[in-house]
């Protein structure tokens, strides 16, 4: 089956940088769209950033020009760039992809998501 693996977070001072990566394996036919999302304590998840196949790109206002959405189709792996990190930043991130897959010779359409990796921005 289908596993997404997120990776790259951390702890990071205001002003910092971090770079998010999720791995997408099992019996891919093709991923659609892939896409970051983030839920911080006591608030509802989110989308931060949303890339298509075709390289169409989304973003939450709040990280338009300090958040970078990449994809290298090849690997299907989707990362996400974050520069002048702020504390409001803080959050478990959630990968999240389009796929088409196939299990036991069917072939299926659906959303995944991966397991979440913390971002902590602090002092």
């Known amino acids: 089956q289908v596993q997404l693996v997120e990776s790259g977070g951390g702890l990071v001072p205001p002003g910092g940088s971090l770079r998010l990566s999720c791995a997408a394996s099992?019996?891919?036919?093709?991923?659609?769209?892939m896409a970051w999302y983030r839920q911080a304590p006591g608030k509802q998840r989110e989308l931060v950033a949303a890339?298509?196949?075709?390289?169409?790109?989304d973003y939450e206002d709040s990280v338009k020009g300090r958040f970078i959405i990449s994809r290298d189709n090849a690997k299907n792996t989707v990362y996400l760039q974050m520069s002048s990190l702020k504390s409001e930043d803080t959050a478990v991130y959630y990968c999240n992809a389009d796929l088409k897959y196939v299990a036991s010779s069917i072939s299926y359409r659906r959303v995944h998501w991966g397991q979440g990796t913390q971002v902590t921005v602090s002092s």
């Open positions: 099992g019996s891919i036919v093709s991923i659609y769209a």
């Open positions: 890339i298509t196949s075709g390289g169409n790109t």
